[in-house]
């Protein structure tokens, strides 16, 4: 079991910047990698960023050169990832959630955070 907890939320005007961050805890060892989806009302759930437990990223185009994924994986207890977020859009408004995916005994498996609002005002 892993748990997430997602932090760094806001509100901001346009052009800014936000950082989010993803507290995992629990069997962390099992991570393979972990992720950043966006979901704005009426609209679907879009994949925002990835890092591979190996480090590799990887961005979707409407958030290329804006948005850095990173992590900080040092302590035993607590797997961190962060979403920086730099020229901020109004499009860029949804709820961003934190996906863990673990690979353990041959079984790929989701956990999923509750999520944290950005609103970027225009």
């Known amino acids: 079991q892993v748990q997430l907890v997602e932090s760094g939320g806001g509100l901001v005007q346009a052009g800014g910047s936000l950082r989010l961050s993803c507290a995992a805890s629990?069997?962390?060892?099992?991570?393979?990698?972990m992720y950043w989806y966006r979901q704005a009302p009426g609209k679907q759930r879009e994949l925002v960023a990835t890092?591979?437990?190996?480090?590799?990223?990887?961005?979707?185009d409407s958030v290329k050169g804006r948005f850095t994924i990173s992590r900080d994986n040092a302590k035993n207890t607590v797997y961190l990832v962060y979403l920086q977020m730099n020229s901020l859009k109004p499009e860029d408004t949804a709820v961003y959630l934190c996906?863990?995916?673990?690979?353990?005994?041959?079984?790929?498996?989701?956990?999923w955070g509750q999520g944290t609002q950005v609103t970027v005002s225009s």
């Open positions: 996906n863990g995916r673990t690979f353990r005994w041959g079984t790929f498996r989701d956990y």
């Open positions: 629990g069997s962390i060892f099992s991570i393979n990698a």
């Open positions: 890092i591979t437990s190996e480090g590799s990223t990887n961005y979707a």
